[in-house]
């Protein structure tokens, strides 16, 4: 490997912590996420732990060190809406505009439509002027990557006295046919792509 090239690979348990440490700052400082407390490294580990057992999760890596994360969860979870999936992505804040984010959603569409989901969602918080607790390059990078605002929630995350918008975001990677197959878990295509 290249000294400064990001490697994108499968998250494990083991990575709690140093992932955790990156979603600390969004929890603390920022309205990107709307949790209000950080979680402890353990049930970070169950969040992982439960998302790998159907959907990838990832880690963008550059010099020995995690910088960044992505996953899909499921949309809804209701049995109708298996072929599309929600995407979450956190890049530690000072590796930023670095090209994990991109290298992150890439392979992580890569995984899910060799498990057959055909939609891609993000659930991403929206404001009308930038605060220091939200701006809008979530959705920015989002449409780069070719998702296109399809919903808005208004004022419905209240953080830091402020209220913020909701929008989702979708990008459509299969076709829509009859009789549309099962999806494969990832665990099944792991080894495939990798």
């Known amino acids: 490997m290249k000294k400064h090239e990001i490697v994108i690979r499968p998250v494990t348990v083991d990575d709690a912590a140093a992932l955790l440490d990156i979603y600390r700052y969004y929890v603390e400082h920022t309205a990107i996420s709307f949790e209000y407390d950080v979680p ?11 998302t790998i ?28 809406y298996d072929w599309s999936a929600e995407l979450t992505v956190y890049i530690d804040r000072d590796c930023r505009h670095a090209g994990a984010g991109r290298a992150l959603y ?17 659930c991403i ?28 929630f208004r004022k419905c ?3 830091f006295g402020h209220w913020y918008d909701m929008i989702w975001m979708e990008k459509i990677i299969g076709i829509h046919g009859e009789n549309q197959p099962a999806l494969t878990p990832y665990p099944a295509i792991r080894e495939v792509l990798s």
């Open 53 to 80: 057992e159907t959907y990838p999760y990832l880690a963008a890596v550059r010099d020995g060190t995690i910088i960044g994360y992505a996953y899909a969860h499921p949309f809804v979870g209701r049995a109708a």
């Open 125 to 152: 918080g929206h404001t009308e002027m930038d605060d220091p607790y939200l701006t809008n390059n979530s959705e920015q990078f989002h449409a780069h990557m070719g998702f296109a605002t399809v919903g808005m």
């Open 157 to 159: 995350g209240y953080k």
């Open 106 to 122: 890439e392979a992580l569409e890569q995984a899910l439509r060799q498990m057959g989901v055909l939609n891609l969602y993000a």
């Open 40 to 50: 402890t490294v353990e049930e970070f580990r169950g969040r992982i732990a439960h």
